[in-house]
């Protein structure tokens, strides 16, 4: 496990460090996400595939930058999770009448236990992200 003293070049690279860069990177595609629970599906395929691009683009661009442990997992996942709601939204997968759910309940829990859990076995960086 890679330990990083306060301050170190991953901490000050790391957009998820900072709450205020955490709301504005991620945030923002989460309130984007929720305002657009109600929509209707075309409305709603379209707001939660690009934010959810976004946050899984900037989760790896994160882990490029700082070498922060969760967001090499979640990057892919919210990528995966793009697809997944593109799919369902439009029609090519459908998910039955609880799908927009499933896919947000399984976004949320997905996030928190690769987030959690991939930094408690492996550390909060990748080993020789000092930059």
Known sequence: MSKCVSGSPSERADWAGSLRQFAIV???????????APFAPPAKTLVWTGALIWMGAACLANARRCGRTHCRFTGPYFLALAGLTL?????????????????????AIGAAALGWGSEAVLGKYAAGSGR
């Open 87 to 107: 799919a369902h939204g439009s029609g090519l997968l459908p998910l039955g009448p609880h799908g927009w759910g499933a896919i947000g309940l399984g976004g």
């Open 26 to 36: 991620w945030g923002l595609p989460v309130a984007a996400i929720l305002v657009a």
